[in-house]
């Protein structure tokens, strides 16, 4: 599974970071975190509010810092 | 505080024009950019909408309002925004007064357009402002 977390690093993206990372931990998957950063790359998700969540190259969530629970029911499905 | 260039500001309302080609059409694209221009709201893209960008989707969910505006009767604005579930507060240039083929697109009818629209907050904007994006 690859999840990426788009931003550009501001405490929102951090925090959504720290809870797909922790969601990761507590369903014991194999998961690959990354960041995308780059605003010109970001618009091209058709992200146009930050932090995102993308899973697998879909975005699931923008604009919100999800929690760690709402990560793990979404990478769960 | 947010990094520079950062998306993560709160999202209040959204606009969507149809900016459908005919004179209204063309209208309901210009007067979603006068809002836009005077920070009433933030313009998107109906387009990525009716094309269910999953990215596009997901960001206009974090607005607080969505506002349509439709040139004509057809309301494509309105139903493509309501077929992905979103809740709409919904105007048509019809029921405002501008005919499909009728309509002048000029900066008389965008400003009027737009001050109905916006219930004359516009006007209010650039009474407040001096040398401000509205009173260009």
């Known amino acids: ?77 | 505080m947010a990094a520079k260039n950062c998306m993560c500001q709160e999202t209040g309302l959204l606009v969507f024009p149809c900016s459908g080609s005919s004179d209204v059409g063309e209208l309901s694209d210009r007067i979603g950019r006068t809002i836009a221009k005077c920070g009433q709201a933030k313009m998107f893209c109906l387009a990525g909408i009716g094309a269910h960008i999953p990215g596009m989707i997901e960001s206009a969910k974090a607005a607080k309002k969505i506002i349509s505006i439709d040139g004509c009767p057809v309301s494509c604005a309105k139903k493509t925004l309501e077929h992905v579930g979103f809740k709409v507060e919904a105007y048509n240039l019809k029921d405002l007064g501008f005919e499909k083929g009728k309509t002048k697109v000029d900066e008389d009818s965008i400003k009027s357009a737009t001050s109905k629209i916006t219930g004359g907050k516009i006007e209010e904007t650039i009474t407040r402002s001096s040398g401000g994006c509205c009173t260009n």
Do not use: F
């Not at chain 1, 998957?29 to 950063?37: C, H, Y």
């Not at chain 1, 146009?48 to 919100?64: E, H, N, Q, Y």
């Open chain 1, 1 to 77: 599974m690859k999840i990426e977390i788009l931003g550009v690093g501001c405490p929102k993206c951090k925090q959504l970071t720290a809870n797909a990372e922790a969601a990761v931990k507590e369903l014991n998957i194999a998961a690959e975190i990354s960041k995308i950063t780059d605003i010109d790359e970001i618009t091209e998700y058709g992200v146009m509010m930050t932090p995102a969540l993308a899973v697998d190259g879909t975005v699931v969530s923008a604009g919100k810092v999800l929690s760690k629970d709402d990560i793990k029911k979404i990478i769960s499905k």
